[in-house]
């Protein structure tokens, strides 16, 4: 079975500072794939970024990069230059060869002025 | 920037009545999926759909519901006789298929209530 965990369920940050999201997992599959979505109010499912675990190098999109520590079954994400539009509800997910994405239970990020 | 739609986006219904959920995957993905999102909770798997026919199921899945693609465009869920429990956030997801990545591309949702 594979799980996801997210311990933090409210983080606030300044705009223009960042943040860290922090999301660990669990699955006995050797090929996985790890994502962050994001959840706006309008609650439609967005994908910020993905990352494959045969990867050593950590994903970048733009704002948004990932600290993947495979040994240790963490998958972080770090939000830079924080926006007022970034304010969401943040999922971890992991997906292995049964193809079905398991979820964490989310992040509740507030961006404050 | 071709992407997944739901209809409808909002539905109301009475407890023990039918509705079908639609939604329309990319254009050339070939996996589906159904989640289910219950107000403040996570996300959950219901089932993945490949080559007509369901590859896999949740124990949320059960004889209520069934998936269908009628005619190669659209993919849908149904609820046979809808139960209080069954409101939630309907998605519907559909996988890249190119590559190694094994992205699922979301729907905007279906928001279902069940009075």
């Known amino acids: 079975a594979q799980t996801v965990t997210q311990s933090q369920p409210e983080m606030s940050v300044q705009e223009a500072e960042t943040v860290t999201l922090s999301c660990t997992y669990d699955t006995s599959e050797s090929d996985y794939y790890l994502f962050w979505y994001k959840q706006p109010p309008s609650r439609q499912m967005i994908l910020v970024i993905r990352q494959e675990a045969y990867k050593q190098q950590n994903a970048t999109e733009n704002r948004f990069s990932v600290n993947f520590q495979k040994a240790a079954k963490s998958f972080s994400l770090k939000i830079s230059d924080s926006q007022l539009g970034d304010a969401a509800m943040y999922f971890c997910a992991l997906t292995g060869t049964a193809s079905k994405l398991t979820f964490g239970t989310g992040t509740r990020l507030q961006v404050t002025l | 920037e071709p992407e997944v739609t739901q209809t409808p986006s909002h539905q109301v219904t009475q407890m023990g009545q039918e509705v079908i959920l639609r939604c329309v995957p990319i254009s050339n993905h070939l996996y589906f999926y159904w989640y289910r999102q219950i107000l403040g909770q996570k996300v959950e798997f219901l089932v993945s759909f490949y080559n007509n026919e369901i590859s896999e199921k949740s124990e949320i899945f059960d004889d209520q519901f069934s998936v269908e693609r009628p005619d190669g465009s659209n993919f849908t869920l149904k609820i046979r006789s809808t139960k209080l429990e069954d409101s939630a956030m309907y998605f519907c997801?559909?996988?890249?298929?190119?590559?190694?990545?094994?992205?699922?591309?979301f729907g905007p949702g279906t928001r279902l209530l069940v009075l």
């Open positions: 997801a559909s996988r890249e298929t190119s590559g190694r990545v094994e992205t699922q591309y």
